[in-house]
């Protein structure tokens, strides 16, 4: 187009000199054609600017078309999400209250129970029910709950860490008793072993914690038929306040295959082939959890397995010092154990290295025997023992106690037995302890046989050196706490034991079964406070609540009581007028705790009927 217009430029100059013949008229010419030039390009230009304009408006019009419509798809897509998400969360709110309500039934009679007359072994097992409760709830809250919701949405930064004192020996002892009696009399033994260089109390997650051996240890128990479970704990590194733990969760049953080692975190991603898979093989979203609770406690996880050897799981986790002391581990009576001669008497050499480690750290000369011939020629060829404890699962154990009875008429002995197994030839039987041996059970014991404070013998009343707790069913509790209480409760279990609490307090409470039930007995009287079941039918608690606040003139204080524990549910019951929360399995200390504080609040608002 240019050479066009210079062509006709051109041709226009010649025109001109050749019509006018005239300077004056050429340089007119001249101008004029070259303004004439000037504005052709310029409109040409412009023309092509404006078609380009008009070319990208109509791009960036079908963008702005496309972005509306991701737009709305995303939009219904994170509706959709979050309707599946709410969804999900309503199951598992189902699932979680449907289990936390016949869990309180077996909690609260286990609580009841508790505070009878109970000789010792029947209160160790009490605690170990009350202990596996309350692990089953944290499994149902963490797992069931949480941990399935974050999974399913692959947000594992949702799922929160608690930073709290604990005990880690407790935390092991707790999931071992979970798993203690389905290893049976032939079963594996289940060990555990903390370094003496770790701390007694530490501060962080004891819950998740406990989540991550649950797991590891389930899979030990599904895959090992005998043999040893073996838990232990070792100090990686220290940093002023800050410890890196290592955990070792050690098996001797059937092993994994190798090429299954590689994918074994990844939960259900082999699935699809199940053909050749074992039950005794980890899997589901069991080592899942385990991977990414490690993994928000700046830790790792790894296994090793050799098929039919056994598997080792080993991870590490980033944890603080505890800020005040939990339980005191030094009795004044154990300097008592200096220097005691005490023979062990096991045939597994594992527990028999742990139980003598233990002893030397209290100063006392432990002498081991890993049979009952063994423990015979020790007797007979050395000086005698303070003290003998021995393995009740030994081959003719029976036959060994009679003989070391025989020989040692004088000496105290303590006999080992699996969870379970009831001796009945306890006749010489010093004490009967519960394998794996707890700790602060043994040292109760040794300090109860070799120690008195008054310089006089012990009498040996307590066998089990478990310290019978101080009775907290008083009823002169709702002398020192008066209340008048109403319960709304429509399950019959839950009537009867939060009645049976109530009662042995001293209090006189009125049930009743749904809310409108309340309603009317709360026009009619007056109560202090009331226990408000969410969940209850005719009217649920959260609106028996709000009609409470809104008819009543003299209000009494609302606690929620209820098996819905999933986060939030408090502060929808905070919501509807309710002035706390008590969740279901009903623990006796919060239940106390709750009694407690809303009667000195009262009491201090002149309320108190």
Sequence with gaps: MKRLYIIFFIMGIVAVVLLTR????????????????????????????QMRTSTLEL?????????????????????????????KRRVMAAMSHEIRTPMNGVMGMASLLAETSLNDQQREYINGIQHCGHQLIS????????????????????IPLMNEDFDLRSSIEEVLDMFSANTGDSG???????????????????GRLRQILINLVENAVRATSNGEIYVGVRLLKKEESRLELGFEVRDTGTGIPADKIGRIFEGLADST???????????????????????????????????GKGSTFTFSIRISLGRKPLRNSLHPGMAALQGKRILLIDDNKLALTLLAGQLQQWKAEPTIAGSGKQALSALSSGP????????????DSSQLTDSLREQNPHTP?????????????MTGVTAQLTKP?????????????????DGQSNDGSNTTGDAVPAERLTDDFAERHPLRILVAEDNPINQKIVMKMLTKLGYQPTMMANGKEVLDEVSNQRYDLVFMDVQMPEMDGLEATRMIRLCLEVQPVIIAMTANAMQGDRDICLQAGMDDYISKPIDLDDLLAQLEKWSAVIKDSGKAS
């Design 22 to 49: 005239s300077t004056m008229w050429l340089v007119a010419g001249i101008l004029g054609c070259m303004v004439f030039l000037l504005y052709r390009i310029y409109a040409s230009r412009l023309l092509t600017i």
């Design 59 to 87: 791009q960036v019009e079908s963008l702005h078309d496309q972005l509306d419509i991701y737009i709305r798809k995303e939009q219904r897509l994170s509706r959709a999400a979050e309707q599946a998400t709410a969804a």
């Design 139 to 158: 499994v149902v809250n963490h797992i069931l709950v949480d941990d399935m919701l974050n999974i399913s949405k692959a947000d594992e930064d949702k």
């Design 188 to 206: 594996p033994e289940l060990l555990y072993h903390i370094d003496g260089d770790i701390p007694a109390q530490l501060s962080g997650d004891a």
């Design 273 to 307: 082939d199940s053909s050749d898979s074992s039950d005794d093989e980890p899997s589901g979203l069991g080592l899942v959890i385990c991977r990414r609770l490690v993994e928000m406690m700046d830790g790792w996880i790894e296994v090793q397995s050799e098929p």
């Design 384 to 395: 005698g023992f303070d003290l003998i404890i021995a393995d009740a699962g030994l081959p």
């Design 413 to 425: 002995m303590i006999l080992m037995t699996r969870p379970g197994v009831i001796r009945n030839d």
């Design 437 to 453: 041996v707890k700790q602060h059970l043994l040292r109760d014991q040794l300090v109860h046989l070799f120690f008195s404070s």
